[in-house]
């Protein structure tokens, strides 16, 4: 006899569609703000002659190579740092909680199939 598939917890499912969207949400915010902080940096070099090589402005190549990854001092390096961690641990968190979400729907999908095959044996 084949074991039977259990429909997952729906409140457990609910929850972590919640819990999905508040991740997907916490991501787009320190994105924006790692966006807004790495034009502002753009904005600062590109405008204060301090940062100029030999009278001109830094290529953008050059401005993302270097100051958006380091900063414009240790500071800003490490909040820079703090962001990008914050977002890849949240994406990670998030890429599990998506594929636990899959393996409900396919146990969803399963219990499906065996529940219509059980009843197609009943009718024969």
Excluded: C
Excluded at 76 to 95: N, P, S
């Amino acid at each position: 006899m084949t074991k039977k598939v259990e429909l997952p917890d729906f409140d457990d499912m609910i929850k972590l569609a919640t819990k999905m969207g508040n991740e997907k949400t916490q991501i787009m915010l320190s994105e924006a703000t790692l966006e807004m902080t790495l034009a502002e940096i753009t904005e600062k070099v590109t405008t204060d002659s301090a940062y100029f090589v030999g009278g001109k402005a830094p290529s953008n190549a050059h401005i993302s190579d270097t100051y958006h990854i380091l900063g414009l001092n240790h500071e800003q390096k490490t909040y820079l740092l703090t962001l990008r961690t914050e977002i890849a641990t949240l994406t990670g968190e998030l890429k599990a909680d998506e594929a636990l979400f899959k393996v409900y729907q396919e146990m969803i999908n399963v219990w499906r199939t065996q529940s219509a095959n059980e009843r197609g044996a009943y009718l024969e």
